[in-house]
């Protein structure tokens, strides 16, 4: 038996020893080819892909869009981090700072109203890390609804481009969510449930920003 295991370990590695290495392809796109308008088309059309509202707005007029999308959303009380600018705190709503909300009470608001680090167009994603218009991870995964303030010139096209823009502003030491679509997963029986590990809706406002 050890005979005929020495053997087959000898071919095995004389097998090995006759392969020459070679370097390896690295085919992966770092940067983007397409224009501003072009990576933000994408962008909304990838997160309107994931049953995600979009809706996009020059940036005096967000404070009317916030206000109108969350009485649409039956959302009048939302919890907020300490950084959020002030342009986006609508009067119309009651706005609720988080200073160490417990579970209980992020469960008890109608949802959360942040802004991001970075927004990837190929894949619609949202990346949050932790910075002051964005608050801890709790904030956006407890409500049932987030309302995410994305910013044209955070949008970039590529997942590389979006590494490099979260080491730029130092969030790379920071917990990171990515946020694709609502939250979504699927039983044994293939049966779509939403709301599970994270918000059931989402709410992405492409703003864009003054010169």
């Known amino acids: 038996m050890n005979d005929a295991r020495d053997e087959i370990l000898r071919r095995v590695r004389a097998a090995g020893a006759s392969q020459v290495e070679g ?19 994408l962008f909304c059309e990838r997160v309107g892909e994931y049953r995600a509202e979009v809706h996009r707005c020059a940036e005096p007029e967000i404070g009317r869009l916030i206000a109108s999308t969350c009485a649409r959303q039956e959302a009048r ?8 600018p002030s342009a986006w705190r609508s009067d119309e709503l009651n706005l609720v700072d988080d200073e160490g909300l417990s579970p209980f009470e992020l469960d008890a608001v109608d949802g959360a109203l942040t802004g991001c680090t970075v927004a990837i167009a190929e894949t619609g994603t949202i990346v949050l890390a932790a910075g002051p218009a964005e ?9 049932d609804l987030h309302v995410c303030v994305v910013g044209e010139r955070q949008i970039v096209q590529l997942l590389p481009e979006a590494l490099e823009r979260i080491e730029e ?11 694709s679509g609502p939250s979504a997963t699927s039983d044994i029986e293939l049966s779509r449930v939403e709301g599970v590990h994270g918000p059931r809706n989402l709410v992405v406002l492409v703003m864009k920003e003054s010169r």
């Open 135 to 143: 608050g801890r991870r709790a904030l956006t995964l407890v409500p």
């Open 169 to 179: 502003v130092g969030s790379h030491v920071r917990p990171l969510t990515l946020v």
């Open 23 to 41: 370097s390896v392809a690295d085919p992966y796109r770092r940067r983007g080819s397409l224009g501003d308008e072009e990576r933000v088309r």
């Open 77 to 84: 009380r939302l919890v907020i981090p300490p950084g959020l």
